[in-house]
């Protein structure tokens, strides 16, 4: 048990004290992590899909993987994790669809996540309503999450599917990013205005361009006819500072502890992303990299005993 631990020694005849000794028991440190879904309650209409944030912390000890599932999933009612494992403190999007003849009503779903040294669960609440009669929409993923990115580059682009999962014509009148988004949307033709008929996919591609660093979050705005217009698309992305595009190496030499002068010949050799060679204390401007330099052996009486970066 952890806590503070005291030992005394007494001499069995004089009653005398001979030793005393005191120690400490740490607790036990037990990898751990918490487990939360957002939004905790959502509505799906029959014949779409709708998606959930899954989110993960490392509570105590190190990080896991852990593994994710639903329970208590109706008839007509399917779930899916992207990705289905995930080292805690990170996040999984949770994508619950309807069938078209999925029961009406609202169910309880349980979000177990199991990993190596502790499991824990998390309920959310899904309401499965009656199909449009008209044109509906439905975007895939609705959550759009994007690898760290450098400012002034632009990421690989992903694909977002919007589909009418209605039964009459969707009439898209246009589709644009929240204004000051750090994001990319190419679409393709035919480009809003246009129309689409029911079950029809349309695949809109969106790219990540961080203007600073930081976490940087968008959203795509889609304008149509169909109830709940705009629909949207969240975005989320950390960009990081740029790579240096020049870097610069000086090179300075001592002996037996001094500073040879400026103008102390001695050859050199640099390699690496943008090599060199050199005879004397010189500043070079290099692309970034890995470098390493040798001595030439020149004059012949220096040998060179070590390189300080």
């Not at 759009?144 to 690989?156: A, I, L, T, Y």
Request: glycine share 10%; aromatic share 8%; no cysteine.
């Amino acid at each position: 048990m952890a806590g503070t631990y005291s030992q005394t020694d007494t001499d069995g005849k004089s009653g005398q004290t001979t030793g005393s000794a005191s120690w400490t028991v740490s607790p036990l440190v037990t990898n751990d992590f918490t487990l939360s879904v957002s939004p905790s309650s959502y509505s799906v209409s029959q014949g779409s899909s709708i998606a959930f944030n899954v989110v993960s912390a490392t509570s105590s000890g190190s990080d896991q993987n852990i593994a994710l599932s639903a329970a208590n999933t109706s008839s007509g009612i399917t779930t899916s994790f992207n990705p289905a494992t995930m080292t805690s403190g990170n996040q999984s999007t949770l994508s619950v669809s309807a069938s078209s003849s999925a029961p009406l009503g609202t169910y309880t779903l349980t979000i177990t996540g199991t990993g190596a040294s502790a499991t824990h669960t998390y309920q959310i609440s899904v309401t499965v309503t009656q199909a449009a009669t008209g044109p509906a929409v439905t975007l895939n993923p609705s959550i759009v999450r994007f690898n760290s990115q450098s400012v002034g580059s632009v990421s690989s682009p992903q694909t977002v599917m919007l589909m009418n999962s209605g039964s009459g014509q969707l009439r898209v009148s246009s589709i644009a990013l929240l204004a000051g988004s750090d994001y990319v949307l190419t679409l393709p033709p035919p480009t809003p205005p246009s129309i689409l008929n029911s079950l029809v996919p349309y695949n809109i591609q969106v790219a990540f361009a961080p203007t600073t660093t930081g976490t940087r979050s968008g959203q795509i705005l889609v304008y149509d006819n169909a109830p709940g217009s705009p629909q949207l698309v969240t975005l989320t992305g950390t960009g990081t500072s740029a790579a240096p595009s020049t870097g610069t190496i000086n090179v300075n030499a001592t002996l037996n502890g001094v500073a040879l002068p400026a103008y102390y010949g001695y050859a050199y050799s640099l390699t690496g992303p943008t090599p060199s060679t050199g005879g004397g204390t010189y500043s070079y401007s290099v692309t970034p990299g890995s470098y390493a330099i040798a001595f030439n052996g020149s004059p012949s009486y220096l040998t060179l005993s070590s390189v300080t970066p």
